[in-house]
Protein backbone atom coordinates (compact mmCIF):
# COMPACT_ATOMS: atom_id res chain seq x y z
CA UNK A 1 0.00 0.00 0.00
CA UNK A 2 1.33 3.20 -0.94
CA UNK A 3 1.84 6.56 0.60
CA UNK A 4 0.79 8.42 -2.36
CA UNK A 5 -2.69 7.29 -4.59
CA UNK A 6 -2.65 6.86 -8.20
CA UNK A 7 -4.78 5.50 -10.44
CA UNK A 8 -2.85 1.95 -11.03
CA UNK A 9 -4.29 2.61 -15.12
CA UNK A 10 -4.79 5.12 -17.60
CA UNK A 11 -5.16 5.45 -21.03
CA UNK A 12 -6.09 7.25 -24.45
CA UNK A 13 -6.09 7.64 -28.13
CA UNK A 14 -3.35 9.78 -29.98
CA UNK A 15 -3.69 13.23 -29.74
CA UNK A 16 -6.12 13.17 -26.55
CA UNK A 17 -5.67 14.93 -23.28
CA UNK A 18 -4.97 12.37 -20.48
CA UNK A 19 -4.11 13.06 -16.63
CA UNK A 20 -3.49 11.02 -13.84
CA UNK A 21 -3.60 11.93 -10.31
CA UNK A 22 -1.88 11.84 -7.33
CA UNK A 23 -3.57 12.10 -3.61
CA UNK A 24 -1.87 12.24 -0.49
CA UNK A 25 -1.89 13.97 3.01
CA UNK A 26 -0.64 17.18 5.23
CA UNK A 27 2.76 15.45 5.77
CA UNK A 28 3.52 15.05 2.32
CA UNK A 29 2.47 16.84 -0.86
CA UNK A 30 0.56 19.61 1.49
CA UNK A 31 3.51 20.17 2.53
CA UNK A 32 6.38 19.65 0.20
CA UNK A 33 6.75 19.60 -3.73
CA UNK A 34 5.50 17.34 -5.72
CA UNK A 35 7.82 15.07 -8.66
CA UNK A 36 6.74 12.91 -11.16
CA UNK A 37 8.71 10.33 -13.20
CA UNK A 38 8.45 8.22 -16.35
CA UNK A 39 9.83 5.02 -16.66
CA UNK A 40 9.73 3.84 -20.52
CA UNK A 41 9.65 -0.03 -20.62
CA UNK A 42 12.32 -2.04 -19.28
CA UNK A 43 14.56 1.44 -18.45
CA UNK A 44 15.43 3.17 -15.27
CA UNK A 45 13.16 6.19 -13.83
CA UNK A 46 13.50 9.60 -15.53
CA UNK A 47 12.32 12.98 -13.59
CA UNK A 48 9.80 14.66 -15.81
CA UNK A 49 7.89 17.20 -13.46
CA UNK A 50 9.49 18.56 -10.52
CA UNK A 51 8.71 21.41 -8.09
CA UNK A 52 4.99 20.78 -8.71
CA UNK A 53 5.03 22.47 -12.07
CA UNK A 54 8.51 22.39 -13.38
CA UNK A 55 10.07 20.54 -16.79
CA UNK A 56 13.26 19.79 -17.04
CA UNK A 57 15.05 20.52 -19.54
CA UNK A 58 13.98 18.51 -22.57
CA UNK A 59 10.86 17.25 -21.70
CA UNK A 60 8.19 18.30 -24.02
CA UNK A 61 5.72 21.11 -23.22
CA UNK A 62 3.08 18.41 -23.49
CA UNK A 63 3.76 17.56 -19.99
CA UNK A 64 2.27 19.38 -17.32
CA UNK A 65 1.86 19.35 -13.29
CA UNK A 66 0.01 20.81 -10.96
CA UNK A 67 -0.68 20.89 -6.97
CA UNK A 68 -3.74 21.69 -4.82
CA UNK A 69 -3.50 20.75 -1.56
CA UNK A 70 -2.46 17.33 -0.97
CA UNK A 71 -3.65 15.94 -4.13
CA UNK A 72 -2.09 16.56 -7.45
CA UNK A 73 -2.13 16.04 -10.89
CA UNK A 74 -0.11 14.99 -14.46
CA UNK A 75 -1.53 16.07 -17.27
CA UNK A 76 -0.23 14.60 -20.80
CA UNK A 77 -1.54 17.38 -23.91
CA UNK A 78 -1.22 15.94 -27.37
CA UNK A 79 -0.39 11.79 -26.37
CA UNK A 80 2.02 10.40 -28.67
CA UNK A 81 2.74 6.50 -28.86
CA UNK A 82 6.36 6.82 -27.10
CA UNK A 83 4.21 8.34 -23.98
CA UNK A 84 3.35 4.99 -23.02
CA UNK A 85 5.27 4.56 -19.26
CA UNK A 86 5.03 3.82 -15.97
CA UNK A 87 4.52 7.29 -14.04
CA UNK A 88 5.20 7.69 -10.75
CA UNK A 89 5.01 10.74 -8.53
CA UNK A 90 6.64 11.68 -5.13
CA UNK A 91 7.25 13.52 -2.55
CA UNK A 92 8.99 14.42 0.96
CA UNK A 93 6.85 13.24 4.03
CA UNK A 94 7.99 15.18 7.04
CA UNK A 95 6.10 12.40 9.49
CA UNK A 96 8.01 9.73 8.09
CA UNK A 97 11.31 11.42 7.36
CA UNK A 98 11.06 9.71 3.84
CA UNK A 99 10.33 10.36 0.44
CA UNK A 100 7.11 8.74 -0.51
CA UNK A 101 5.92 7.24 -3.84
CA UNK A 102 2.78 6.59 -5.40
CA UNK A 103 2.12 3.45 -6.93
CA UNK A 104 2.31 4.07 -10.38
CA UNK A 105 0.28 4.70 -13.06
CA UNK A 106 0.16 2.68 -16.54
CA UNK A 107 -0.33 4.23 -19.15
CA UNK A 108 -1.51 2.89 -22.64
CA UNK A 109 -1.71 4.42 -25.85
CA UNK A 110 -4.57 2.94 -27.67
CA UNK B 1 27.76 14.32 -18.42
CA UNK B 2 26.24 13.10 -15.50
CA UNK B 3 26.47 9.30 -14.88
CA UNK B 4 25.32 7.37 -11.67
CA UNK B 5 27.21 3.16 -12.47
CA UNK B 6 25.78 1.23 -9.47
CA UNK B 7 27.46 -2.69 -8.83
CA UNK B 8 27.46 -5.15 -6.41
CA UNK B 9 24.37 -7.01 -6.91
CA UNK B 10 23.53 -10.58 -7.01
CA UNK B 11 21.90 -13.69 -5.95
CA UNK B 12 22.28 -13.91 -1.83
CA UNK B 13 20.91 -16.31 0.63
CA UNK B 14 18.42 -14.72 3.30
CA UNK B 15 20.23 -13.87 6.12
CA UNK B 16 23.16 -12.59 4.56
CA UNK B 17 24.70 -9.20 3.33
CA UNK B 18 25.53 -7.67 0.59
CA UNK B 19 27.24 -4.34 -0.33
CA UNK B 20 26.50 -2.28 -3.17
CA UNK B 21 28.19 0.64 -4.61
CA UNK B 22 27.31 3.35 -7.01
CA UNK B 23 29.76 5.37 -8.96
CA UNK B 24 29.14 9.08 -9.64
CA UNK B 25 30.93 11.50 -12.68
CA UNK B 26 29.91 14.61 -14.50
CA UNK B 27 28.91 16.96 -11.05
CA UNK B 28 30.49 18.11 -8.40
CA UNK B 29 29.68 14.81 -5.81
CA UNK B 30 30.29 16.60 -2.81
CA UNK B 31 27.46 19.08 -3.46
CA UNK B 32 24.69 16.62 -3.29
CA UNK B 33 23.07 14.41 -1.13
CA UNK B 34 22.37 11.10 -2.83
CA UNK B 35 19.50 8.22 -2.69
CA UNK B 36 18.79 4.81 -3.03
CA UNK B 37 15.42 4.01 -4.91
CA UNK B 38 14.35 0.14 -5.28
CA UNK B 39 11.99 -1.56 -7.64
CA UNK B 40 11.10 -5.13 -6.89
CA UNK B 41 9.72 -7.21 -9.93
CA UNK B 42 6.80 -5.92 -11.74
CA UNK B 43 6.29 -3.41 -8.89
CA UNK B 44 6.85 0.19 -8.36
CA UNK B 45 9.39 2.71 -7.02
CA UNK B 46 10.01 2.30 -3.28
CA UNK B 47 12.37 4.91 -1.53
CA UNK B 48 15.39 3.01 0.37
CA UNK B 49 17.51 5.69 2.00
CA UNK B 50 19.50 9.50 1.54
CA UNK B 51 22.63 10.98 2.90
CA UNK B 52 23.15 14.40 2.79
CA UNK B 53 25.97 16.01 1.06
CA UNK B 54 28.45 15.55 3.65
CA UNK B 55 27.05 12.52 4.91
CA UNK B 56 26.32 14.02 8.22
CA UNK B 57 22.20 13.40 7.60
CA UNK B 58 20.98 10.00 6.71
CA UNK B 59 17.17 8.52 6.61
CA UNK B 60 16.18 5.38 6.00
CA UNK B 61 12.28 3.79 4.88
CA UNK B 62 11.16 1.90 7.36
CA UNK B 63 11.13 -1.46 5.73
CA UNK B 64 15.13 -1.13 5.85
CA UNK B 65 15.85 0.55 9.29
CA UNK B 66 18.58 -1.06 11.81
CA UNK B 67 19.53 -3.83 8.74
CA UNK B 68 20.69 -1.21 5.85
CA UNK B 69 23.74 1.43 6.35
CA UNK B 70 24.17 4.15 3.60
CA UNK B 71 27.71 5.72 3.45
CA UNK B 72 29.74 7.65 1.16
CA UNK B 73 33.13 8.45 0.14
CA UNK B 74 33.52 12.07 -1.09
CA UNK B 75 36.95 11.46 -1.78
CA UNK B 76 36.21 8.10 -4.07
CA UNK B 77 32.79 9.86 -5.12
CA UNK B 78 31.47 6.93 -4.76
CA UNK B 79 28.34 5.68 -2.78
CA UNK B 80 27.56 2.23 -0.43
CA UNK B 81 24.64 0.76 0.39
CA UNK B 82 25.55 -2.27 3.44
CA UNK B 83 22.55 -4.87 3.63
CA UNK B 84 22.57 -6.74 6.15
CA UNK B 85 20.09 -9.76 7.25
CA UNK B 86 19.18 -9.58 3.82
CA UNK B 87 15.20 -11.12 3.26
CA UNK B 88 13.19 -12.26 0.17
CA UNK B 89 11.31 -8.92 0.12
CA UNK B 90 14.61 -7.07 -0.46
CA UNK B 91 14.39 -8.66 -3.61
CA UNK B 92 14.66 -5.50 -6.28
CA UNK B 93 16.50 -3.70 -8.74
CA UNK B 94 18.27 -0.89 -6.73
CA UNK B 95 19.11 2.54 -8.15
CA UNK B 96 21.60 5.25 -7.08
CA UNK B 97 19.95 8.60 -7.97
CA UNK B 98 21.33 12.12 -7.23
CA UNK B 99 18.95 14.36 -5.33
CA UNK B 100 18.99 18.05 -6.39
CA UNK B 101 20.38 19.81 -3.50
CA UNK B 102 22.78 19.26 -0.42
CA UNK B 103 20.10 17.84 1.91
CA UNK B 104 18.02 15.11 1.73
CA UNK B 105 14.54 16.30 0.33
CA UNK B 106 14.10 17.32 -3.51
CA UNK B 107 13.95 15.54 -6.36
CA UNK B 108 15.68 12.74 -7.93
CA UNK B 109 17.55 14.63 -11.13
CA UNK B 110 19.50 11.53 -12.57
CA UNK B 111 18.96 8.05 -11.85
CA UNK B 112 21.71 5.23 -12.58
CA UNK B 113 20.97 2.21 -14.77
CA UNK B 114 20.17 -0.43 -11.92
CA UNK B 115 21.84 -3.61 -9.77
CA UNK B 116 19.62 -6.45 -9.36
CA UNK B 117 19.33 -7.98 -6.10
CA UNK B 118 17.90 -11.31 -5.46
CA UNK B 119 17.63 -13.20 -2.35
CA UNK B 120 17.01 -16.72 -2.26
CA UNK B 121 18.16 -19.72 -0.73
Known amino acids: QSVLTQPPSASGTPGQRVTISCSGRSSNIASNTVNWYQQLPGTAPKLLIYSNTQRPSGVPDRFSGSKSGTSASLAINGLQSEDEADYYCAAWDDSLSGVVFGGGTKLTVL | QVQLVESGGGVVQPGRSLRLSCVAS????????MHWVRQAPGKGLEWVAVVSYDGSHKFYADSVKGRFTFSRDNSKNTLYLQMNSLRAEDTAVYYC??????????????WGQGTLVTVSS
Open chain 2, 26 to 33: GFTFNDYG
Open chain 2, 97 to 110: AKGDTTGYQGYFDY
